[in-house]
């Protein structure tokens, strides 16, 4: 986003991150962790007045690897619900459709795919994968881990790209507002 904090710009009059944290809220009676590097307050008081727990990483140098072990240190479930919090489309349906497909089998991983099959995001791990993640280093993330139990996964198509839809660019986020209002307008008439 050349030096802009996408997680601040704006959805319909609240930042992405706030967005995606009433997202979570919505979808689920269990807690809600955020990870949040300490050197971004302005982050924090986003999501500060909502019933989340707030888990300061030490960094985003250490990799995303570091805020997946930095939030399941805090969980003690049999399993969780990983999110990344740029991508935009997900919905509280959507993770309510991985929290039901859970309830139906005993894989390790249910993931979400889009409707061309692409795997993405939520991504709901049990505690048989707990101990892997917490091993993890570097900015891969869990991708390494997913791939190794891809035999042990259920996957949960999901409407649209919303299991993997995210803006990385001014460029990309600027169309995606344009195209958001144009929709809306559309809806409206």
């Given at each position: 986003m050349r030096g802009t904090d996408k997680l601040l710009k704006e959805i319909d009059g609240v930042?992405?991150?706030?967005?995606?944290?009433?997202?979570?809220?919505?979808a689920t009676n269990g807690k809600v962790f955020i990870t949040i590097p300490p050197n971004h307050p302005e982050r924090v008081?986003?999501?500060?007045?909502?019933?989340?727990?707030?888990?300061l990483t030490e960094g985003s140098k250490l990799g995303l690897s570091h805020s997946i072990k930095r939030g399941l240190l805090k969980i003690s479930n049999t399993e969780v619900m990983l999110i990344l919090a740029d991508l935009i489309k997900l919905s509280s349906t959507d993770l309510l459709n991985v929290f039901k497909a859970s309830k139906t089998n005993d894989s390790d991983i249910i993931r979400g795919i889009n409707e061309n099959g692409v795997a993405g995001h939520p991504v709901?791990?049990?505690?048989?994968?707990?101990?892997?993640?917490?091993?993890?280093?570097?900015?891969?993330?869990?991708?390494?881990?997913?791939?190794?139990?891809?035999?042990?996964?259920?996957?949960?198509?999901?409407?649209?790209?919303?299991?993997?839809?995210d803006l990385d660019t001014p460029e990309e986020w600027d169309a995606?507002?344009?195209?958001?209002?144009?929709?809306?307008?559309?809806?409206?008439n």
């Open positions: 930042s992405l991150l706030r967005n995606r944290a009433l997202v979570c809220l919505n008081a986003q999501v500060s007045d909502l019933p989340v727990s707030i888990v709901l791990v049990r505690n048989t994968v707990f101990k892997e993640l917490k091993n993890l280093s570097g900015e891969q993330g869990a991708n390494s881990i997913l791939k190794e139990h891809i035999e042990n996964t259920t996957y949960v198509k999901l409407p649209n790209n919303n299991a993997t839809f995606w507002q344009k195209d958001n209002l144009t929709q809306k307008k559309f809806l409206k």
